[in-house]
C-alpha cells in the first residue's frame, strides 16, 4: 500500500501563490512517476501535471501551463506543485497519485493507472 500525503493548500486570493507538496512514506519515491490531478464540486477529476522518476519529463494540462510548475526532490521524498497566477477556477481538492508502470510523462498520464492516491488538499482561490 502507497501512502502518499499532500499538503500546501488553503485560501488565496486570484493572482496568488501556493505551493502543494507530495511526501511519501513507507516507500521510496525515486521509481515512480507523480501525476497530480483536481477534482471541483460538480465536476470530473481532471490531469493537472506530471512528473517522471528522474525528473526529465513532465507534462502540463493546457489550463495551467506557464503558470503551474512541477518539480521533484526525491532526496526529501517528495513532488511539489508551485502554482502561480491562481485563478478562481483552480479552486478543487488538489491529489497525488504515484506509479511505477511508467517511465515518462506522456499526454495520456491522466488515464495511467496508479498504484497510489493521496487524501487531498483543498485548494481555494477567491477574494
Known amino acids: 500500500q502507497l501512502h502518499l500525503v499532500e499538503s500546501g493548500g488553503g485560501l488565496v486570493q486570484p493572482g496568488g501563490s501556493l505551493r502543494l507538496s507530495c511526501a511519501a512514506s513507507g516507500f521510496t519515491l525515486d521509481y515512480y512517476i507523480i501525476g497530480w490531478f483536481r477534482q471541483a464540486p460538480g465536476k470530473e477529476r481532471e490531469g493537472v501535471s506530471c512528473i517522471s522518476s528522474r525528473g526529465g519529463s513532465t507534462n502540463y494540462a493546457d489550463s495551467v501551463k506557464g503558470r503551474f510548475t512541477i518539480s521533484r526532490d526525491n532526496a526529501k521524498n517528495t513532488v511539489y506543485l508551485q502554482m502561480n497566477s491562481l485563478k478562481p477556477e483552480d479552486t478543487a481538492v488538489y491529489y497525488c497519485?504515484?506509479?511505477?508502470?511508467?517511465?515518462?510523462?506522456?499526454?495520456?498520464?491522466?488515464?495511467?493507472?496508479?498504484?497510489?492516491w493521496g487524501q487531498g488538499t483543498q485548494v481555494t482561490v477567491s477574494s
Open positions: 497519485a504515484a506509479s511505477q508502470r511508467y517511465r515518462a510523462c506522456g499526454s495520456s498520464y491522466e488515464r495511467y493507472t496508479y498504484e497510489g
